[in-house]
């Protein structure tokens, strides 16, 4: 994905520092029998509810393979490292159900083996497919048919039976299900297949960004226990109101009835970006302080200046991937809802309704009574999802409705099979409030993943290292600060502040990551981008080295090759003398600007 240089070494430093005993003995081809699998499975009745069919078996030796991945997991970008390693499908049924859910396994081989087992994140609506994402740390992995043949078809596209009939099985095995089964099946198989004692520590980790944040999320809320640490980037949780927002940006157009060219909106972003720069103490491209942004600056300011883009075929990358992402892999991996569509031109100056349309867009969602319904994206996002179409028929520019959110409202509020809602006529904000309500009551215990007692996690020494890019233009920032405050409040609300956050450093991180995108980095800020995150939480679960501020990389502009050590939420930087060094302060009116409360909604929303 977006990690070439720093993957290898990353391993390099994994291997070194691990103590795990490695007491498997033997080549590959000893133990990758169907026969050693089928003893190694779990003894029906030992997992409640799950019974294995070992006559479904099959095991087959891979030699150097490449590996893959999920969402924030490892890539393989110009790497040449090869794995051999044992590829193993089991299936089971739920017990007295009739169904079936194939899971693939990939077992390292025995002598790089390192007493670990790996769960990789998927994306958009699609679980992870490949298992072998965990080779590159000496880990097992898995990957999940969830029992609707996700290896094939994605979440939204099962959904429902028909109009009007939810498919609840494969809501709940997306949701969070099939995962944690994965887990329960994988960790006792890898015990048995290696032939490890039963006091031998399997080391057990999750990795994965946007849907695969949530993911990860969704196992840290139900299967606490069966996880030791747990890497959850940008997670697309709080689901009903994270996607009816992506409708939100046609909204505010449809109602203020203008529809600014993609251009205008592309400089209002960038005179903002040049504007707020320098108020955390350094100009380097990257604004590394929205809050100081929202707190000083005044879009209106943009108004009257000049705009000029060439004519191109745009391409919008679906799921609020930012169109400069310097990811291939990310493209291909969130081809899903993506347009292409020819742009002429464009020359003019921005206009008042331009900078109203991107002032009400960073305002977020309020009610027809003024009361808050949900957050934003931070100012200086790019605005990816106000982008409009135009119609070479009538030279205009014309609404273009995401379907990453159109395709949530028909779906799974109006339970229509359809990809896209046709138009916005009649809609006002209160309807976006009301999807959003429909949506999480309706899957208030599947997609929401926003269960605030992480206690069974944190109870068996759960570790649990969460970042998200502070200029992500799918997933707002401030949708992890909100959920970081919310566990804050319902496990140490009765603890002063310094001891609740003392509480939380031990097991619950967050980072905020400068300028970065949606789960990569931002060619329009060429800001830092962790590298190495899988190294530093098994250096925290296994040898006890607990992080204080998390280590990234920049990789474009004049501070390529530039080491930043992250500030820990709810610290935030701020550079001396515009030089490289800066400190992690605390900033009250800072961290004020970004905590809410939904009041438009009677329910909690955490």
């Not at 390099?12 to 499975?41: M, P, R």
């Not at 970006?273 to 491209?285: N, V």
């Not at 409705?401 to 916005?424: H, R």
């Amino acid at each position: 994905m977006r990690r070439p240089c720093g993957i290898a070494v990353a391993v390099i430093a994994l291997a070194a520092s691990s103590n795990a005993a490695n007491s498997t003995s033997g080549s590959i081809t000893d133990v990758c029998t169907v026969s050693n699998v089928q003893a190694a499975l779990p003894a029906n009745g030992t997992l409640l509810g799950i019974d294995l069919i070992p006559s479904a078996v099959t095991a087959s030796v891979v030699y150097n393979a490449t590996t893959g991945g999920g969402m924030g997991g490892p890539s393989t970008g110009g790497s040449t490292t090869t794995y051999t390693y044992c590829n193993v499908t089991v299936t089971y049924t739920h017990t007295g159900k009739g169904d079936k859910v194939v899971v693939k396994y990939a077992f390292p081989q025995p002598s790089d083996f390192k007493s670990r087992f790996y769960v990789a994140g998927g994306g958009g609506f699609s679980l992870s497919s490949d298992a072998t994402g965990g080779l590159a740390y000496g880990a097992v992995g898995g990957a999940t048919d969830a029992g609707y043949d996700a290896f094939t078809n994605s979440y939204d596209e099962v959904v429902l039976y028909g109009n009007g009939s939810i498919n609840w099985d494969a809501t709940y095995m997306f949701s969070y299900q099939a995962l944690g089964e994965m887990t329960k099946v994988g960790k006792p198989l890898t015990e048995a297949f290696y032939g490890l004692s039963s006091e031998t520590k399997i080391f057990t980790y999750f990795e994965g960004c946007s849907d695969g944040g949530r993911e990860g999320m969704s196992q840290v809320q139900r299967f606490g226990e069966e996880y030791d640490g747990a890497i959850t980037g940008a997670p697309a949780f709080r689901f009903a109101q994270q996607q009816v927002l992506h409708v939100f940006s046609s909204a505010v157009e449809k109602i203020i009835d203008y529809y600014p060219p993609p251009c205008e909106l592309e400089k209002i972003v960038n005179a903002t970006i040049a504007a707020c720069d320098p108020l955390d103490g350094r100009t380097d491209g990257v604004v590394s302080r929205t809050d100081l942004c929202m707190l000083n600056f005044n879009l209106s300011s943009i108004v009257g200046e000049p705009y000029y883009c060439a004519a191109e075929n745009s391409t919008s990358l679906g799921f609020g991937f930012n169109k400069r992402s310097s990811s291939p892999s990310l493209r291909r991996r969130q081809a899903q809802g993506s347009t292409t569509s020819y742009q002429p031109a464009q020359n003019g100056t921005v206009s008042a309704e331009g900078v109203a349309v991107a002032q009400a867009i960073y305002d977020g969602l309020h009610d027809s009574a003024g009361e808050r319904a949900y957050l934003s994206w931070q100012i200086a996002s790019e605005l990816g999802d106000a982008s409009t179409t135009y119609n070479a028929a009538t030279g205009a520019w014309e609404l273009s409705i995401p379907s990453t959110g159109g395709e949530y409202v028909t779906k799974f509020v109006q339970l229509l099979d359809l990809d896209n809602l046709s138009d916005l006529d009649g809609v006002t904000y209160d309807t976006l409030v009301d999807w959003m309500n429909t949506g999480m009551v309706r899957y208030l215990d599947s997609l929401q993943t926003t269960l605030p007692d992480l206690t069974p996690f944190q109870a068996s020494g759960g570790k649990l290292l969460h970042y998200h890019g502070e200029s992500d233009s799918s997933i707002p920032a401030a949708s992890s600060v909100h959920y970081w405050q919310s566990v804050r409040s319902v496990m140490y609300g009765d603890l002063t502040d310094e001891q609740a956050l003392a509480a939380l450093q031990d097991w619950y991180q967050l980072y905020l990551i400068p300028g970065a995108g949606h789960c990569g980095s931002n060619q329009l800020q060429p800001g830092p981008y962790p590298q190495t995150n899988m190294a530093v939480m098994i250096d925290w679960v296994e040898n006890g080295v607990r992080p204080s501020r998390l280590n990234a990389t920049v990789s474009s502009g004049v501070n390529a090759g530039e080491t930043q050590m992250l500030c820990q939420w709810p610290t935030r930087p701020l550079w001396h003398g515009n030089s490289s060094a800066f400190d992690c302060v605390d900033d009250e009116a800072s961290v004020e600007s970004w905590t809410y409360t939904f009041p438009a909604f009677k329910l909690p929303v955490y």
